[in-house]
């Protein structure tokens, strides 16, 4: 399967609607589905499914503060190679990649937030292999104490495209 260009959050329009203004204003999820992730250590964390090209562009652009029992939760087709850019993502996370056995793959910590303002050579970017990608806000990974080979448990359809 070709390599996830589209880089997620290459969404800029939803943010970069007024150049001149220089703000972001967060954008409602359209139709993001509500569900419970239990973490390895058995609490649950509260999760916006995101599931569709259009939600999965607009993730968590441009949301200002993450609370520490929140998720957003990326389903995609396949077990993939997933590339997530970060412009317009207003508050630092934790990216976590998950396989189709519900198994963490990969953890990014403490990826640093974003504005309109910011370069996009100094975005962070952040890549790994997974069918979900999970966003938590920054220190919650190792909080929970999440490492590769960790199963979280959740219900999540798999989307076909």
């Known amino acids: 399967m070709r390599t996830l260009a589209l880089l997620l959050l290459l969404a800029a329009p939803a943010c970069a609607a007024a150049p ?61 190679h997933l590339g997530f850019w970060m412009k317009n993502t207003l508050v630092p996370l934790d990216i976590i990649w998950i396989g189709a056995d519900k198994r963490i793959t990969v953890i990014h910590e403490r990826l640093p ?5 910011t370069p996009d050579d100094k975005v962070a970017t952040a890549a790994g292999r997974g069918q979900f990608v999970l966003e938590l806000a920054a220190g919650e990974a190792d909080r929970r104490a999440l490492k590769p080979g960790d199963l979280l448990k959740f219900e999540a359809p798999i989307p076909a495209k």
Request: net charge positive; hydrophobic share 40%.
């Open 113 to 117: 937030a974003s504005t309109v303002d």
């Open 20 to 80: 001149a203004a220089k703000k972001c204003e967060p954008q409602k999820v359209p139709a993001a589905k509500k569900i419970a992730m239990t973490m390895p250590d058995g609490k649950k964390v509260k999760i916006d499914l995101v599931d569709t090209p259009a939600t999965r562009e607009i993730g968590l652009m441009c949301v200002r503060k993450m609370p520490r029992d929140y998720g957003m939760l990326f389903a995609f087709p396949q077990d993939m």
